[in-house]
């Protein structure tokens, strides 16, 4: 009922920047929290940044003072904005909605989790 599409990855050099945006689509009513995510060669997922409906963000340690998440409500678009990039940045990055109510005929759905699928984010000189 949703997707989510993900653009802006490639290759940049360090302390270069990159911006990724994300687009949910679909008969959506609403979006609870975006955000998005890596995933490192050999490493687990984590969360780099997400932010709420209401402008509320979180970030991860590694990342705050580079990085900054924004969101336009209207558009159910997400965007990462990364400056300073370092190699350990090196991952692929994927897009997550979470807390989705959707239009379902005469009645809504929901469901916790949307993710995108991923786009390559490479920092190398």
């Known amino acids: 009922q949703v997707q989510l599409v993900e653009s802006g990855g490639g290759l940049v050099q360090p302390g270069g920047s990159l911006r990724l945006s994300c687009a949910a689509s679909g008969s959506i009513f609403s979006i609870n929290a975006m955000g998005w995510y890596r995933q490192a060669p050999g490493k687990q997922r984590e969360l780099v940044a997400a932010i709420t409906s209401g402008g509320s963000t979180n970030y991860a340690d590694s990342v705050k003072g580079r990085f900054t998440i924004s969101r336009d409500n209207g558009k159910n678009t997400v965007y990462l904005q990364m400056n300073s990039l370092k190699p350990e940045d090196t991952a692929v990055y994927y897009c997550?909605?979470?807390?989705?109510?959707?239009?379902?005929?005469?009645?809504?759905?929901?469901?916790?989790?949307?993710w995108g699928q991923g786009t390559q984010v490479t920092v190398s000189s």
């Open positions: 997550h909605a979470g807390g989705v109510k959707y239009y379902r005929g005469s009645y809504y759905g929901y469901e916790s989790d949307y």
